[in-house]
Every structure is written in C-alpha cells, then in structure tokens.
C-alpha cells in the first residue's frame, strides 16, 4: 500500500530534550516536505527536499532540522524543544515539480507534539 | 507572511445548501492545489488547476481558477453531512505556500 508514516504519532516532552521525528514513502518520491499545523494558520511548511542531500528552508525553519540521506526517508529533528514548537507535524511526498507544486502530496497521518 | 490567503475562515451550513470558499493570493500563481481534511485526519488531495479560467468538476464540487491566476474558488452544491472538513488551496509560484483554510460545519 502507497503510504507515508510518521512516528510517533503522540509525543510529550520536556523544554531542551532533543527529540526526532521519522518520516518514511514507499512511492519513490523525490519531493519530501514538514508542515507543522496551528489552529487558525493552517499548514506552514518547516522544511522541504527536491532530493537526496538537497534540503531548503520553508517559511517556518527556526528551531527545526532536516536530513536527506535517503530518497525514502526524512527525518525532523528539535535539537532544544520549546514550548511554541507545541504543534500538529504531517510529512509529506510527492514527485519532484517545477516550484514546489505541480504534484499531488501525500499526507502521513500526522504527530502531535507537546512541549512541556 | 501570508500571501495566500483563504475566506471565510469558517462556514456554517445547512445540509442541501451549497456554498463557496476563496483562495486568493497576491502573486500570480502557476498552478493550484485543493486539499480536504476531515477532523482528526491529514490533508487528502483533491485537484490541481493549471490554466488560467480552468474550471473542473467532481461530482458536486467545482474548482474555478482565475483568468489572472491569483485566485482560486471552491464550490459544493447541496451539501452533505459528509463534506464536514477544512479546505485549503495550496498556490505555487517558485514558492509552495497553503492557506488557511475554511473549516466547514454541516447541520443536519
């Protein structure tokens, strides 16, 4: 089945514990993207990658961390977790397009983070 | 900030009533994306509209997109208890960038 996972789904920690989320396709995609999700702001990307070993800032980059070493694989990382990083995370794939667009994006089921 | 921008941010509706949500954005875009989430769920793609005056249909929603390319609307005709959501529009113009979204609240 074409997917994309993230894991944890749930997580509650404390200020300045380093925590990483995974994210994994198995759709061959090249474009992989983190949005983190606040009421009233909708979906504000945090990072995005056309491919391996190619990653840029979204609007919303402070305090996050990506990699891309893996077509299938994008990790996001808070290296010192603060209360405001408190948020819905979705990951998200598609196939590489001109702009950031051009592709449907698939959706993992989303993380929700609480930073105590 | 924010250059696409979606109204309302909320719309109550009756069930068989139809309504409209807008997507506007300050920046000529070269396509846009509709996307539907359910409450508790992940955004799930619904259409991508590329040409200037596009309109394209499915079933009882129709997507308009703007002969300027700056806008974008979403119209559901007798609305059902099932289309209970938020819809966003997604431009992109070099940049990739969701709105807000319309949440959507169906009474029976």
């Known amino acids: 089945e074409a997917q994309v996972t993230q894991n944890p789904r749930y997580l509650i920690t404390v200020t300045g514990k380093k925590l990483t989320v995974t994210c994994s396709q198995n759709m061959n995609h090249e474009y992989m993207s983190w949005y983190r999700q606040d009421p009233g702001l909708g979906l504000r990307q945090i990072y995005y990658s056309m491919n391996v070993e190619v990653t840029d800032k979204g609007d919303v980059p402070e305090g996050y961390k990506v990699s891309r070493k893996e077509k299938r694989n994008f990790p996001l990382i808070l290296e010192s977790p603060s209360p405001n990083q408190t948020s819905l995370y979705f990951c998200a794939s598609s196939f590489a397009g001109g702009g950031q667009g051009g592709f449907e994006q698939f959706f993992g089921p989303g993380t929700r983070l609480t930073v105590l | 900030g924010q250059q696409v921008m979606q109204i309302p941010q909320y719309q109550h509706v009756q069930e068989g009533e139809d309504f409209t949500t807008y997507c506007n954005s300050s920046?000529?875009?070269?396509?846009i994306q509709w996307y539907k989430q359910r409450p508790g769920g992940h955004p799930v793609f619904l259409i991508q509209l590329v040409k200037s005056g596009e309109v394209k249909k499915q079933k009882r929603l129709t997507f308009q997109f703007g002969e300027a390319k700056k806008n974008s609307s979403l119209h559901i005709t007798a609305t059902q208890t099932t289309d209970v959501g938020t819809y966003f529009c997604?431009?992109?113009?070099?940049?990739?960038?969701f709105g807000a979204g319309t949440q959507v609240v169906v009474t029976p």
């Open positions: 997604a431009g992109s113009w070099g940049k990739f960038q």
């Open positions: 920046t000529t875009l070269s396509n």
